[in-house]
């Protein structure tokens, strides 16, 4: 199954990548994403094109619950709603000046996007926390298989460095790279957490070795 139909909800960042009051890029298979969290700690998800002039909001920053573009300063809430040009402190942005919006959820240390307005729940992976993001060029089939673990849709179960692990995947926005979110079982202690990163480096060169040397994906 290609991967972008394995996902109505897209996780594309682990909660620990996004502080308060920072943005992040991120992407959904056919969008390019600016994520935020605003002081309140509320996750909001934009298109990364400022309506004035195009420039990435994900290079922007962030002041108290609006997010401002770092080019000329405008500023937009959680609503995608523009609430103030600096160039012109009296005027009342028109409500047509707007970001789009995707609807943003966080569940089990993982901040999920969607474009559909009909999305169910979140979906729950209970027991595993987020550990480490990175991206692999590979496909699905070969990551499972380099880490000889189950591809069941966008999910990946196996064990790496000797923890009970999930591999959670999802568009990097580069054709044939997948963005890979690991994560490892809540009770795993210390010394499994570092042993499950180092070996999350080694699955990538494998399953990228696997790939440019043309073995079957
Ligand atoms: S391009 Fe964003 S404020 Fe001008």
Redesign the pocket.
């Known amino acids: 199954m290609p991967l972008e139909s394995a996902l109505v909800w897209t996780p594309v960042a682990l909660s620990a990548d996004l502080p308060v009051a920072s943005v992040i890029p991120a992407r959904l298979a056919d969008a390019a994403l600016a994520v935020w969290r605003a002081q309140d700690g509320t996750v909001s998800a934009v298109a990364d094109r ?1 309506p ?4 990435r909001l994900s290079h922007g920053f962030v002041r108290g619950e609006a997010l401002s ?1 770092i ?4 500023r937009y809430g959680k609503s995608g709603r523009c609430l103030a040009i600096p160039a012109h402190p009296a005027l009342t942005p028109p409500e047509t000046i707007r970001v789009a919006t995707y609807r943003a959820a966080e569940r089990d240390g993982i901040i999920w996007v969607t474009a559909s307005q009909e999305a169910g729940a979140v979906p729950a992976h209970d027991g595993f926390l987020g550990l480490r993001s990175v991206t692999v060029a590979a496909s699905p089939a070969r990551l499972a298989a380099s880490l000889g673990g189950t591809l069941d849709g966008s999910v990946i179960d196996g064990t790496i460095g000797g923890v009970t692990a999930r591999l959670l995947l999802a568009p990097s926005g580069e054709e044939g790279v997948l963005l890979v979110h690991l994560l490892i079982a809540s009770g795993a202690a210390d010394a499994g957490k570092i042993a499950a990163s180092r070996a999350l480096e080694g699955l990538r060169r494998q399953a990228e070795t696997a790939t440019i040397t043309g073995e079957a994906a």
């Open positions: 400022c004035h002039r195009g420039m573009c080019y000329h300063g405008w």
